[in-house]
Nanobody
Framework: QVRLTESGGGSVQAGGSLRLSCATS????????MGWFRQAPGKEREGIAT??????????YADSVKGRFTISSRDNAKNTLDLQMNSLKPEDTAMYYC???????????????????????WGQGTQVTVSS
């Protein structure tokens, strides 16, 4: 059974940084998409960054976080995904989730989608609060 566990959330002032981690267990797939999503109260879940394990690991960022957030895999074999968040803004306040979509989707040029409906397995989330 696939299990994902997020950690690293917390409270920070605007301009600060946080590093989220997503530890996975229960599977050893070589090819997969992993993504970070967030959901603020009253808003839809938003895909903010994705990582594809094939090749060098292609990444995608939503415009809202581009240039501030960095997604990375510590070790493909361990299936651990981090999200470095810099220059945080109050509008980044949300519950943050990681999710995985296993399978081969193409070569290293493939960009994993940010559509939450395409991801089957999810963590419980970690809260990020940014104060002004």
């Amino acid at each position: 059974q696939v299990r994902l566990t997020e950690s690293g959330g917390g409270s920070v002032q605007a301009g600060g940084s946080l590093r989220l981690s997503c530890a996975t267990s229960g599977y050893t797939y070589i090819f997969y998409c992993m993504g970070w999503f967030r959901q603020a109260p009253g808003k839809e879940r938003e895909g903010i960054a994705t990582f594809y394990s094939a090749g060098g690991g292609s990444t995608y960022y939503a415009d809202s976080v581009k240039g501030r957030f960095t997604i990375s895999s510590r070790d493909n074999a361990k299936n651990t995904l981090d999200l470095q968040m810099n220059s945080l803004k109050p509008e980044d306040t949300a519950m943050y989730y990681c999710a995985v979509r296993t399978g081969w989707f193409g070569d290293s040029a493939y960009l994993c989608p940010a559509n939450a409906n395409l991801y089957a397995d999810w963590g419980q989330g970690t809260q990020v609060t940014v104060s002004s």
